[in-house]
């Protein structure tokens, strides 16, 4: 079994905080930290930046995370939830087609949330 290690770092500034991204991939735990220690010694990081954290995650390689036998990440009860949830808000709506079936869209409100950044 094969794996790669993925460097994270999350970056705040004096006006933000920047969510964990990836920032290099390696083959082994050592290189990676080998990695982080030239990040740390470095003047890579803009005299803005007030900290970063960093996190080596550890993924096999070759795997798919989905298949044939996996579960559903939701169940259609979670699913049915999360819609009358959005629903009541007033950030989705519900239509009914031509065919009968249910179809879902974004309200204004919705359109707004989603162009804001906030979670749906």
């Known amino acids: 079994m094969k794996n790669i290690y993925v460097v994270m770092a999350a970056v705040e500034t004096e006006e933000e905080t920047f969510p964990p991204a990836a920032i290099g991939l390696f083959t082994s735990m050592k290189r990676a930290d080998e990695y982080i220690d030239e990040l740390e010694k470095s003047d890579y ?21 989905i298949t044939k036998h996996s579960k559903p990440l939701f169940s259609q009860d979670d699913l049915e939830h999360e819609i009358e949830e959005l629903i009541k808000r007033g950030s989705v709506e519900a239509l009914i087609g031509e065919d009968g079936n249910f179809y879902y869209q974004l309200t204004e409100q919705g359109q707004k949330e989603l162009e804001d950044g906030m979670e749906l």
């Open 45 to 65: 990081w803009s005299s803005s930046v007030k900290s970063v954290v960093y996190h080596v995650e550890k993924h096999e390689v070759n795997k798919g995370m």
